[in-house]
């Protein structure tokens, strides 16, 4: 899957006192700024195994690097959850110094390390200080083009676990069958089918997935690996399963081996987990056909989870039309209201429409200082739906407004505005 990449002469020295120090433990990892007059972001060199400083407690040696964007290497650029802030800590030995990180990112690259080959790659949570706010702003600027220029985006799903491991295997074999419905009826009437589609649930059904910065990093990589413990699997897998799980049709002779399988509410539980990763695909087709909205594509992250509320808007600004991408600048010292409120300015002024006021629906809003006319992204997503394209009459629109809120509405003859 991954290939070994010859890491960039280093641009930050190790440091010398961490190296005198470094027999009795060395010092904790401090950054150093990044250039202030041209674009450059860090990667991060993972050492090859025979690399590794076992004698000094460290299983992880690892570089720091500075590049312009100008000048980026040959890299990958990594997609997974940070996890929780409880979550055990692990020490790698980064430039020379003690650098911690959390459990799921240790787990990824004990298993991205390879024997005799280095790694260079690009991972948010090292390459980016995360205590300079000035920083991040900075850097979630420049995501569009980390993602879209990597050579690859490998997706870590996790550890193996709830047989995800037979689930891997089934989505080999869906991608074999490719567009061949005579395969696929083939595959689903083996006799192991029920507990493929067990599996596959519990592997749609991880945190991975409602994470809302994945999309973007899905949507914008030139190719995508998917790795769980060591299987992996490229996203084609993941587009077949997709067609022939959601895409297939309700009275097809595929959904009804499912559901002689699983059950009716077994087959609607997979088709509901699976969902997620076909939006995503679905996203990536639309990306490359015409410029996403950014009120289309906030109000569609809504399922998803964001531990700064503020990402559901600037994890999407990857993706999003130019003109929203530019003028909407990451600033995470602005408070979530002003974010928000921010936004919806944005949009009003241009698109020259109050179409926005039609997807408020703030009663559970928990954002302190939102203005009434400004819609909670997280509350009002479930109404994702109803945002208005060209194709959809706004009769329509408020049709369905009104019945999702429950309120009853007659209609008995078109409406047609006088005219003087």
């Known amino acids: 899957m991954s290939q070994g990449l010859r890491l960039p002469p280093a641009t930050d020295e190790i440091d010398p006192t961490a190296q005198d120090d470094i027999f009795s433990g060395a010092r904790p990892f401090q950054y150093h700024l990044l250039s202030a007059t041209e674009p450059e972001i860090r990667l991060f060199g993972l050492r090859g195994q025979d690399c590794s400083n076992s004698d000094l407690g460290y299983q992880l040696n690892c570089e720091l690097f500075h590049v312009r964007i100008s000048e980026l290497p040959p890299y990958e650029a990594l997609s997974y959850t940070w996890g929780e802030a409880s979550d055990p800590l692990h020490s790698i030995l980064l430039n ?27 991972i948010d949570a090292i390459c980016i200080n995360q205590e300079d706010v000035h920083e991040r702003n900075e850097q979630v600027r420049l995501m569009r083009t980390i993602y879209q220029t990597a050579q690859q985006v490998t997706v870590w799903l996790g550890l193996e676990e709830n047989d995800s491991h037979r689930a891997m295997l089934f989505l080999r074999s869906l991608e074999k069958c490719g567009d061949d419905e005579q395969l696929a009826l083939e595959l689903f009437k083996q006799p192991h089918i029920a507990k493929d589609l067990e599996a596959l649930i519990c592997l749609y059904d991880r945190t991975y997935w409602y994470r809302v910065w994945i999309v973007q990093e899905i949507v914008l990589a030139k190719y995508v690996w998917v790795c769980c413990g060591k299987d992996f699997v490229p996203w084609r897998a993941f587009q077949s399963a997709s067609h022939w799980i959601c895409g297939s049709y309700l009275h097809s002779e595929l959904v009804r081996l499912c559901l002689s399988a699983v059950s009716e509410p077994g087959f609607r539980g997979i088709r509901s987990v699976t969902r997620g990763a076909m939006l995503i695909e679905e996203t990536r087709h639309q990306f490359r056909e015409r410029e996403l909205g950014l009120l289309e594509m906030a109000l569609g992250s809504w399922s998803r989870e964001a531990s700064d509320p503020r990402d559901f808007i600037y994890g999407m600004l990857g993706i999003v039309n130019v003109k929203a991408s530019v003028d909407i600048e990451p600033d995470y010292t602005k408070s979530v209201a002003r974010v928000y409120i921010d936004v919806a300015t944005f949009i009003v002024l241009e698109s020259k429409r109050l179409d926005i006021l039609l997807v408020v629906y703030n009663q559970y809003s928990q954002v302190e200082g939102l203005q009434s006319w400004v819609p909670d992204v997280w509350i009002t997503g479930f109404l994702k739906f109803f945002v208005p394209f060209p194709e959809i009459p706004l009769s329509h629109l408020i049709r369905s407004l009104i019945h999702s809120t429950g309120a009853h509405f007659t209609h008995s003859a078109p409406f047609t505005p006088k005219t003087a």
């Open 96 to 122: 020379g110094q003690d650098f911690r990180i959390r459990d799921n990112l240790w787990q990824v690259l004990i298993h991205q390390q390879s024997e005799d080959e280095d790694l260079l790659m690009w």
